[in-house]
């Protein structure tokens, strides 16, 4: 079965950096793009960025776009999201989550809390 596993959520400061990592098993991700989604209370799940998990592709939504950077180590099957500048705003549950190209975002991690104080 596909596994994901998010980590490295956490507490910090308005202008702060967090790096959240999501470990990969069960599946060779060749043909799939990997994801970074987010939730805050009350609020629908959002795209946050996007990798292509052979090229390196990506793809971010605009409210992160220059602040937050999305990267892979595929020898550890391992998705990161490097968030740099972060605001009160950017506060969340942080989700992994996987497609293959042509379908829908199928697989998702349990999520890792993320909150930025003032």
């Known amino acids: 079965q596909v596994q994901l596993v998010e980590s490295g959520g956490g507490l910090v400061q308005a202008g702060g950096s967090l790096r959240v990592s999501c470990a990969a098993s069960?599946?060779?991700?060749?043909?799939?793009?990997l994801g970074w989604f987010r939730q805050a209370p009350g609020k629908e799940r959002e795209f946050v960025s996007s990798?292509?998990?052979?090229?390196?592709?990506?793809f971010y939504a605009v409210s992160v776009k220059g602040r937050f950077t999305i990267s892979k180590d595929n020898a550890k099957n391992t998705l990161y999201l490097q968030m740099n500048s972060l605001k009160p705003e950017d506060t969340a549950v942080y989700y992994c989550?996987?497609?293959?190209?042509?379908?829908?975002?199928?697989?998702w991690g349990q999520g890792t809390q993320v909150t930025v104080s003032s």
């Open positions: 990798i292509h998990w052979s090229d390196g592709s990506t």
């Open positions: 069960g599946r060779t991700f060749t043909n799939y793009i």
């Open positions: 989550a996987a497609a293959i190209l042509g379908s829908t975002w199928r697989y």
